[in-house]
């Protein structure tokens, strides 16, 4: 997917069509967090508005919000030639995730044993 203007201090949020063709934004690491709406954009702004919500009612119960994950591209970088990331950024944007998602996908359904991806 391409960046948009949306922030989510750093969590992933993953974008789905479900059964009665909504589209649903969560966050990977607290999927209780959530929008639907009839188009990705206003999915991913129902959910900014629901993230404002959610750490304002952190801040007033005096919690730390939870920390993000580490992305998968600040573990490891890989190179592939130009023609390939084209392809692979292309899928990722069409199937909405990331461009790291999708070379693990990849790389567990090429691999001969379990990665635990």
């Known amino acids: 997917m391409t960046k948009n203007n949306h922030e989510f201090d750093g969590f992933s949020v993953k974008l789905f069509i479900d059964t009665h063709d909504d589209w649903v934004a969560f966050f990977e ?11 990705p954009a206003a999915a991913l702004a129902a959910l900014e508005t629901a993230w404002t919500l959610v750490k304002e009612d952190y801040a007033e119960l005096g919690q ?10 600040q573990l490891a970088s890989i190179v592939v030639e ?36």
């Open 29 to 39: 690491e607290m999927p209780n967090v959530s929008a639907f709406a009839a188009t």
């Open 64 to 73: 730390s919000l939870p920390k993000p994950r580490i992305k998968d591209d």
């Open 82 to 117: 130009q023609k390939l990331h084209q392809l692979l950024l292309q899928e990722a944007e069409q199937r909405y995730v990331s461009l790291s998602e999708i070379v693990a996908q990849k790389l567990a359904a090429s691999s001969p044993w379990q990665t635990g991806v």
